[in-house]
């Protein structure tokens, strides 16, 4: 009789905790419903109705869980896609805390159910469309913001816009603001340091190994290669008018660069090419003249890197105008602006760093 007395205690008691779970739950609901919103206009230029106090929100898609940590809103991450828990690019070195974050579902927009589970209060979706924003939107119940990318060349304004919506949404428009002007001082300085440096004076070079879709060898390249850009090095590449390119072996004996740089991400690639000795009368291989660069194509463009790499590819060119940088340090000081933290020496774990190859 005890047994049953204390049974039926312990069920009324779960009973009134249910209960009081039940009615907390549907108050918290009630309350997430109702709060005031915001209308704003994505980049998509869709209408998308937010709360005025974003405290909980997921990334998808290449670039978007970056632009989150760019923006100092760590803390109001609630989960991140599957090749985010892989912890192998620069914001994960900053905060490996993202990677032990609830699952969200795989690249490429994750999964509707399990971002639900997360209870976000907005999502962000880079490179999708209004019908898929529209969907995944009508499937969740959660608004979702759509975002472009864009790049450190051309599309620079698009980057800029998706930092400043970013911003506004997560209540982050001083610290988008405070980046934007650090990338432009920054790209500002290194041309500074170069522009009046005629083209008779300059070596030509080249960059190889950039990965596209996945790693390549030396005969990857890109002709507007942002760290040559902004250091007005003579790309030998620039003749042609494409973003990236697979080149012919002829054209790169052609060329004939002075100077070889080697994307990291491909680095085996390219030593294996280089095996074969058919590049061995270009003058960087004959006179060893090759140097790593750290990879900055993964899940979008890793902008802190893009600016690194180029101090060490003016430090390399034009040692006398960049005598006073010590590239490491620098790569480091970018990182801390970017992510909160240098993490320059886990780049050089785990891709090979600034080196002289041999």
Same mark, same amino acid.
């Given at each position: 009789?005890?047994?049953?007395?204390? &049974?039926?205690?312990?069920?009324? /008691?779960? =009973?009134?905790?249910? =209960?009081?779970?039940?009615?907390?739950?549907?108050?918290?609901?009630?309350?997430?419903?109702?709060?005031?919103?915001?209308?704003?206009?994505?980049? #998509?230029?869709?209408?998308?109705?937010? $709360?005025?106090?974003?405290?909980?929100?997921?990334?998808?898609?290449?670039?978007?869980?970056?632009?989150?940590?760019?923006?100092?809103?760590?803390?109001? /991450?609630?989960?991140?896609?599957?090749?985010?828990?892989?912890?192998?690019? $620069?914001?994960?070195?900053?905060?490996?805390?993202?990677?032990?974050?609830? *699952?969200?579902? *795989?690249?490429?927009?994750?999964?509707?159910?399990?971002?639900?589970?997360?209870? *976000?209060?907005?999502?962000? &979706?880079?490179?999708?469309?209004?019908?898929?924003?529209?969907?995944?939107?009508?499937?969740?119940?959660?608004?979702?913001?759509?975002?472009?990318?864009?790049?450190?060349?051309?599309?620079?304004?698009?980057?800029?816009?998706?930092?400043?919506?970013?911003?506004?949404?997560?209540?982050?428009?001083?610290?988008?603001?405070?980046?934007?002007?650090?990338?432009?001082?920054? /790209?500002?300085?290194?041309?500074?340091?170069?522009?009046?440096?005629?083209?008779?004076?300059?070596?030509?070079?080249? /960059?190889?190994?950039?990965?596209?879709?996945?790693?390549?060898?030396?005969?990857?390249?890109?002709?507007?290669?942002? $760290?040559?850009?902004?250091?007005?090095?003579?790309?030998?590449?620039?003749?042609?008018?494409?973003?990236?390119?697979?080149?012919?072996?002829?054209?790169?004996?052609? &060329?004939?660069?002075?100077?070889?740089?080697?994307?990291?991400?491909?680095?085996?690639?390219?030593?294996?090419?280089?095996?074969?000795?058919?590049?061995?009368?270009?003058?960087?291989?004959?006179?060893?003249?090759?140097?790593?660069?750290?990879?900055?194509?993964?899940?979008?463009?890793?902008?802190?890197?893009?600016?690194?790499?180029?101090?060490?590819?003016?430090?390399?060119?034009?040692?006398?105008?960049?005598?006073?940088?010590?590239?490491?340090?620098?790569?480091?000081?970018?990182?801390?602006?970017? #992510?909160?933290?240098?993490?320059?020496?886990?780049?050089?774990?785990?891709?090979?760093?600034?080196?002289?190859?041999?």
């Amino acid at each position: 009789m005890t047994i049953k007395k204390e &049974w039926i205690g312990t069920v009324a /008691i779960g =009973a009134v905790v249910l =209960a009081a779970l039940l009615y907390i739950g549907s108050i918290c609901q009630e309350s997430k419903i109702t709060q005031n919103t915001v209308s704003i206009k994505d980049m #998509l230029n869709r209408a998308v109705k937010i $709360p005025e106090k974003v405290d909980r929100v997921v990334g998808i898609e290449a670039g978007a869980l970056r632009l989150l940590v760019y923006l100092e809103c760590i803390d109001k /991450i609630v989960g991140v896609e599957d090749i985010e828990q892989r912890g192998d690019k $620069p914001y994960d070195f900053a905060h490996p805390e993202l990677a032990s974050l609830p *699952p969200i579902g *795989p690249i490429h927009g994750g999964d509707a159910e399990l971002i639900v589970a997360q209870e *976000p209060d907005v999502i962000f &979706w880079t490179y999708t469309t209004v019908g898929d924003a529209d969907e995944l939107q009508e499937k969740t119940g959660i608004p979702v913001v759509a975002l472009d990318y864009g790049d450190l060349d051309d599309n620079r304004d698009t980057f800029y816009e998706n930092l400043r919506l970013v911003g506004k949404v997560m209540g982050k428009k001083n610290r988008a603001e405070e980046l934007i002007e650090y990338i432009d001082d920054t /790209i500002q300085a290194l041309n500074d340091r170069t522009k009046d440096i005629t083209n008779n004076q300059k070596q030509k070079v080249y /960059i190889g190994g950039i990965g596209y879709r996945g790693a390549h060898g030396i005969l990857s390249t890109e002709p507007e290669y942002s $760290p040559f850009v902004f250091v007005n090095a003579n790309n030998v590449a620039g003749e042609l008018e494409t973003e990236h390119a697979f080149i012919d072996k002829e054209k790169l004996l052609e &060329w004939n660069p002075e100077i070889i740089f080697v994307d990291q991400g491909g680095y085996s690639l390219i030593m294996d090419d280089l095996k074969d000795g058919v590049y061995d009368s270009i003058e960087a291989v004959k006179n060893g003249e090759l140097y790593g660069v750290m990879p900055y194509n993964w899940y979008a463009t890793n902008f802190a890197t893009v600016l690194a790499d180029a101090y060490y590819v003016g430090k390399v060119l034009f040692p006398d105008r960049f005598s006073d940088v010590d590239p490491e340090k620098k790569a480091d000081d970018i990182y801390q602006h970017f #992510l909160g933290k240098g993490v320059y020496s886990d780049m050089k774990d785990k891709y090979g760093g600034f080196k002289k190859l041999e």
